[in-house]
C-alpha cells in the first residue's frame, strides 16, 4: 500500500510528529514511488515449462568413410536435430580392419547403415538384427570396364579379373552365378588406383561414388562400358537403419527418436545442399579424409535420386515384402545363406513422426 502525503502537510507539522509519521513509513515499507504488484497474465499462467528429454548417448555405425552418403546423419548431429531429440551421437569412425558384424554382435554400437545383402549375411552369422527403416529405394552398384579391354558384354567377363570390395563380395558373386561367368575376385579396398593402372579388367562401383570419381580421373564416359546391377535383374536395396533386436524390444523410444532426428537430418540436406557440404567437408578434415565439394555435390545428387527425394519434408522408410524377399531368396538359391528369415521379424518400422 502507498501512502502519500503533500509536501505543505508535511511542514506545517510540529517536529515530534513528523519523526513519527516519517518511521512509520520507512517501518512499513510505504514509498511515494512503490510498484504495484502485477498479476499474472492468462498467458503466463497457462503456459507449461517445456520439459526437454533425457540425454541418451548413442553410437553409429556407417559402412565407409565420411562423405555426403552419410549427409543426414552428420547434419542432424550439427544442426541439433538429436540433441532435440534427446540424443548425443557418436558416428564411430570407419575402420577398414574393424568389421562390422563384431562390433554390432559385441553391441559396441547401438544402430548400423546396412546394405540389404549385408545385413542378410550377418544375420545368416547368427547376429539377430532388425531393419527399422529402409532409405535406399534401389541399387547405385555397377560393373566398370575400359572399352579398350574388349569388354562391351557380360560375356565378355568371362575369365577377367574384378576388383571387388572387400565385404561387398555377395551381389558380384550372385551376378556372376547367375550369369555362369568365371570371374576372379581380387578384394580391394576404397581406391580405384588397381582398376586405373590396369591391374583388374573391371571394377565394382557405386553409381554415386566411384564412377564419378573414375570419370573424373582422366576417363571419358565414352571410354567406358558400364554394368548397373538393377538392369541386370539384381535391384539389390541398399542403405537401411538397423539395430539389435534385443535394442528395439527394451528401448523403442530411443529408436523412434534416432530414425526421426536422422530423417530430419536427411530432409535438410536435400534441401539445403551447400550448408550439407560445408558440415561434411569439415567433419571430413577432422578424420584427415581428403574430400572434394565437387564430388560431394554429385554424391548428396545421387542420394537424393536413390532415396527418392522429391522435395517437401518426407522420405518413404518403407521395405516392401518383394524386395525382402527377392533378395534373400536369391541369395538363398546361390547358396549363400542357408535359410531365409520371416519378413515380419526381419523388418520392424518404426513410426514417423
Not at 123 to 152: C, E, H, P, Y
Not at 155 to 164: H, T
Not at 296 to 309: A, V
Amino acid at each position: 500500500m502507498s501512502v502519500k502525503y503533500s509536501k505543505r502537510f508535511l511542514t506545517s507539522l510540529p517536529l515530534e510528529l513528523f519523526i513519527f509519521i516519517a518511521l512509520a513509513i520507512a517501518i512499513n515499507g510505504c514509498d511515494v514511488n512503490e510498484k504495484k504488484e502485477v498479476a499474472p497474465t492468462l498467458q503466463s499462467r497457462d503456459k507449461k515449462p517445456e520439459i526437454a528429454k533425457k540425454i541418451r548417448t548413442v553410437t553409429l555405425l556407417p559402412y565407409w568413410v565420411t562423405s555426403a552418403q552419410f549427409a543426414g546423419y552428420y547434419v542432424a548431429e550439427k544442426m541439433g536435430f538429436y540433441k532435440k531429440h534427446g540424443i548425443k551421437l557418436n558416428i564411430i569412425p570407419y575402420q577398414p580392419f574393424i568389421t562390422q558384424t563384431d562390433l554390432i554382435t559385441e553391441g559396441k554400437t547401438d544402430f548400423a547403415v546396412l546394405w540389404l545383402v549385408n545385413a542378410l549375411e550377418l544375420i545368416a552369422s547368427g547376429t539377430d538384427i532388425v531393419n527399422i527403416a529402409q532409405l535406399s529405394s534401389r541399387s547405385s552398384l555397377m560393373l566398370i570396364a575400359k572399352k579398350k579391354s574388349g569388354i562391351k558384354t557380360l560375356k565378355d567377363l568371362n575369365g577377367k579379373r574384378a576388383g571387388i570390395w572387400n565385404g561387398f563380395e555377395l551381389q558380384p558373386k550372385v551376378l556372376f552365378n547367375h550369369y555362369n561367368l568365371n570371374v576372379k575376385i581380387v578384394p580391394i579396398g576404397s581406391t580405384n588406383n588397381l582398376f586405373l593402372m590396369n591391374g583388374v579388367d573391371v571394377i565394382n562401383a557405386s553409381w554415386f561414388d566411384e564412377y564419378h570419381s573414375i570419370i573424373n580421373s582422366g576417363i571419358n564416359p565414352d571410354e567406358l562400358t558400364t554394368f548397373y546391377f538393377a538392369d541386370y535383374g539384381l535391384n539389390f536395396l541398399e542403405d537401411g537403419i538397423y539395430c539389435l533386436s534385443d535394442k528395439l524390444r527394451k528401448e523403442p523410444d530411443l529408436c523412434s527418436d534416432f530414425i526421426n532426428a536422422t530423417l530430419e537430418g536427411w530432409i535438410y540436406a536435400f534441401n539445403n545442399p551447400e550448408k550439407a557440404i560445408d558440415i561434411i567437408v569439415n567433419y571430413a578434415k577432422k578424420t584427415n579424409q581428403p574430400v572434394n565439394r565437387v564430388h560431394q555435390r554429385w554424391m548428396l545428387d545421387r542420394y537424393k535420386d536413390l532415396y527418392n527425394f522429391k522435395g517437401g519434408t518426407d522420405i518413404n522408410t518403407s521395405l516392401s515384402k518383394k524386395d525382402y524377399l527377392f533378395v534373400a531368396n536369391t541369395l538363398k538359391d546361390c547358396r549363400l545363406i542357408k535359410q531365409v528369415l520371416s519378413f515380419d521379424h526381419f523388418y520392424q518400422p518404426i513410426r514417423k513422426h
